[in-house]
Nanobody
């Protein structure tokens, strides 16, 4: 079973920064769209950012200008640099890969907790 492995979550004060990492098998990483999602307690999972290899990046309005999604092709790893963090950014962050024509993501990581204190 394909698994994506997230790391880098933790506790940070408002205004601080964190960088999340997502390692993927090479065959999945190289050909697929990948994304970061988050789920806050009591709320639905939301898409935060996506990256299409060599084409584009996209961000939710709530994180534009503060978060940056990137890929390291040499290490088959995707990153999410999060700056100017707010308490509303608190949640479990998941990485994903491969989105089908119905918008459903195929591969998921186990999630990493991000907690932003005020």
């Amino acid at each position: 079973q394909v698994q994506l492995m997230e790391s880098g979550g933790g506790l940070v004060q408002a205004g601080g920064s964190l960088r999340l990492s997502c390692a993927a098998p090479a065959n999945i990483f190289r050909i697929n769209i990948m994304g970061w999602h988050r789920q806050a307690p009591g709320r639905q999972r939301e898409l935060v950012a996506t990256v299409v290899p060599g084409i584009s990046t996209n961000y939710a309005d709530s994180v534009k200008g503060r978060f940056t999604i990137s890929r390291d092709n040499g290490n088959n790893t995707m990153y999410l640099q999060m700056n100017s963090l707010k308490p509303d950014d608190t949640g479990v962050y998941y990485c994903s890969a491969h989105r089908n024509t119905l918008g459903q993501w195929t591969y998921w990581g186990q999630g990493t907790q991000v907690t932003v204190s005020s």
